[in-house]
C-alpha cells in the first residue's frame, strides 16, 4: 500500500510539473493571442500598439518594417505544443487588401507560378553577415478565396526581378493556403536560409528561419519575451 501511495504521489508530481511546463512555456503567446483578438476587434482603441510601414525603428538597423499594424505574433511563438513560429506577423487592423506591403529590404523577387499570396525575395548579401544569401518570405497576401492582392507588377511566374526597399508588393490579406478558411487580415514575415546552392530552404521549419530581431531593431524573439508590447520607440 506504502508503495502504491508513493508511486501515486510521484505520477501526480510528474504531471503538475508538465502541465506547470506548459504553462509557462505557453503564457506569452497566449498573453499575444488574447492582445490579437482585442486589436481585431477595436484597433482604434489602441493607437500606441501599432507600428508604421516603411519606417526604421533604429537608425542602424538594415530592414524597414514592412506593413503598417500590431506585431501579434514574434518568432519562435508556440501556439500549441509542438508549434514553433517561424516569422512575425503584423495585423493591420483592417479589412482584406487595404493595408500595403512593401519590401524590408533591396532584393530579386520570386513567385511561384502557383503562388496565390506570397512572394520571396533573394539578398545575395545579408547585412549583417555578408558571406550568406539569405530570403524574405511575405505571405497571406490574398482574400479567403485565393484572390491575389499582390501587386499586378510581380504576376505568378514572375522570377528574379529586382526590387528596391519600399517598393509596394501588395496588400494583406487573410489567405491560410486553405480556400474560405481564413487566418485574419495581417502579413506574416520571415527571414529564410540559403540551401547553400542557391535556393531557399523549406519556410515551414524553423531551423530555416532567423530571428529577425537584429534586422528591424526590435524584440522579436519569443523566447526573450514576457509578453510585452513591440513597438518602435519614441
Known amino acids: 500500500m506504502q508503495r502504491r501511495l508513493i508511486f501515486v504521489i510521484l505520477i501526480a508530481g510528474t504531471l503538475l510539473g508538465g502541465v506547470y511546463y506548459l504553462y509557462q512555456t505557453l503564457r506569452p503567446a497566449l498573453t499575444r493571442s488574447a492582445r ?11 493607437p500606441d500598439w501599432a507600428v508604421r510601414g516603411g519606417t526604421r525603428c533604429r537608425a542602424d538597423a ?24 517561424q516569422g512575425i ?4 487592423g483592417t479589412e482584406v487588401g487595404l493595408t500595403p506591403v512593401v519590401a524590408a529590404y533591396p532584393g530579386y523577387l ?40 499582390i501587386s499586378p507588377d510581380f504576376p505568378p511566374g514572375t522570377y528574379e526581378k529586382y526590387v528596391e526597399a519600399g517598393t509596394r508588393l501588395g496588400y ?16 506574416h514575415f520571415s527571414i529564410v536560409l540559403d540551401d ?36 518602435c520607440e519614441k
Do not use: C
Not at 70 to 84: E, M, N, Q
Not at 89 to 92: A, R, V
Not at 127 to 144: G, N, S, V
Open 172 to 187: 494583406q490579406g487573410d489567405y491560410s493556403g486553405e480556400p474560405y478558411n481564413p487566418v485574419g487580415v495581417h502579413l
Open 196 to 231: 547553400e546552392q542557391g535556393n531557399f530552404r523549406n519556410e515551414l521549419e524553423i531551423r530555416n528561419t532567423l530571428d529577425p530581431s537584429p534586422y528591424f531593431g526590435l524584440p522579436l524573439n519569443a523566447r526573450q519575451s514576457e509578453g510585452q508590447l513591440v513597438v
Open 89 to 92: 506577423d503584423i495585423f493591420g
Open 62 to 85: 538594415p530592414f524597414i518594417l514592412p506593413t503598417d499594424g500590431f506585431i501579434g505574433y514574434l518568432w519562435d511563438d508556440s501556439f500549441k505544443t509542438g508549434h514553433r513560429h
Open 36 to 46: 490579437v483578438v482585442e486589436w481585431i476587434r477595436n484597433p482604434q482603441a489602441h
Open 110 to 149: 520570386t513567385r511561384l507560378p502557383d503562388w496565390k499570396s506570397s512572394v520571396i525575395m533573394r539578398v545575395p548579401e545579408d547585412p549583417l553577415h555578408p558571406t550568406r544569401q539569405i530570403w524574405l518570405y511575405y505571405t497571406h497576401m490574398a482574400d479567403p478565396a485565393g484572390d491575389s492582392f
